[in-house]
């Protein structure tokens, strides 16, 4: 019903920059809140950033606050997570996942539809 497919992984070094995109079929994406989250290997998948519907409201984990930035393109079915200041620590695969409807807090359980995810590595 609905796709979602993330772009933009690879590796790089710290200090360097990515900006990963998150591609929405269908035409109801602008009315829901969307998220970013990751998973390193042996941890639990944790958030990262959320977006409001209309892109004017957003949270960001305490880890990456000052360094990543999310947006959207809503006349796109977009989503991107910029990131800045890369650290090894930031090293797992990444998610961009839709909210249920009348989500106040975004969090794993409060997603209904997830991408599959793209590797970020970065390297020390």
């Known amino acids: 019903q609905v796709q979602l497919v993330e772009s933009g992984g690879g590796l790089v070094q710290a200090g360097g920059s990515l900006r990963l995109s998150c591609a929405a079929s269908?035409?109801?994406?602008?009315?829901?809140?969307m998220g970013w989250f990751r998973q390193a290997p042996g941890k639990e998948r944790e958030f990262v950033a959320a977006?409001?519907?209309?892109?004017?409201?957003?949270s960001y984990a305490d880890s990456v606050k000052g360094r990543f930035t999310i947006s959207r393109d809503n006349a796109k079915n977009t989503v991107y997570l910029q990131m800045n200041s890369l650290k090894p620590e930031d090293t797992a695969v990444y998610y961009c996942?839709?909210?249920?409807?009348?989500?106040?807090?975004?969090?794993?359980?409060?997603?209904?539809?997830w991408g599959k995810g793209t590797l970020v590595t970065v390297s020390s």
């Open positions: 996942a839709r909210a249920r409807t009348g989500v106040i807090r975004v969090e794993v359980a409060a997603m209904d539809y």
């Open positions: 977006v409001s519907w209309s892109g004017l409201s957003k």
């Open positions: 269908g035409r109801t994406f602008s009315s829901y809140a």
